[in-house]
């Protein structure tokens, strides 16, 4: 049971050595802990605010690489809108080019047909011609075998030369 009550000296040199130990934890120690504390604690608070900004930098990077994503689908959209409007544009072109070298085509040919007509026309003009005169010829060449023929018709073709 003695060692359960102490003593007053026991308890004064507890005392006196606990004060001394504080003190001097107080002198030395205690600083360079708390400073190690509050430096753990604006780390963590500067470790929290970066995690914040790289968060809403993250957030903005998503709604900017979103309207970077919109801007290329309507770019694309315009291109293609405009692509089919070339397109368009050509096809058109070309049939406007394709009716307007028909028609002169078209035009050409009726023109070489007309000229390849009339040369037709002519040709036949003058073998109608050779063919009337050959029959003329003949004709009179028998009307004309006979003399009495001869100065029957020599005679009424002075008699209208005189009538005229």
């Known amino acids: ?9 026991l308890i004064f040199w507890h005392t006196l050595s606990f004060l ?3 003190f001097l934890l107080a002198k030395f120690a205690w600083k360079p802990v708390m400073k190690a504390i509050g430096d753990r ?5 500067n ?17 900017e690489n979103e309207q970077l994503l919109k801007d290329a689908r309507a770019e694309r959209d315009l291109i293609l809108k405009e692509a089919r409007e070339i397109k368009e544009q050509l096809l ?19 023109i070489e047909i007309n000229n390849q007509k009339a040369i037709a026309m002519a040709d036949v003009k003058n073998q109608v011609s050779k063919l009337s ?3 003329a010829r ?8 006979d003399k009495n023929k001869q100065e029957a018709l020599v005679g009424e073709l002075l008699k209208e030369v005189k009538l005229n």
């Not at 604690?41 to 608070?45: D, K, V």
């Not at 058109?92 to 009726?110: F, P, S, T, V, W």
């Open 1 to 9: 049971m003695d060692l359960l009550i102490p003593e007053i000296g």
């Open 20 to 22: 001394l130990l504080l």
């Open 41 to 45: 604690e604006r780390s963590i608070e």
């Open 47 to 63: 470790a929290l605010d970066a995690a914040e900004k790289a968060k809403q930098e993250m957030a903005r990077l998503t709604n």
């Open 92 to 110: 058109k072109d070309a049939k406007e080019q394709a009716q307007l070298e028909g028609n002169r085509m078209i035009e050409k040919a009726r």
């Open 133 to 135: 005169l050959e029959i």
């Open 138 to 145: 003949k004709v009179l060449q028998q009307e004309l075998a």
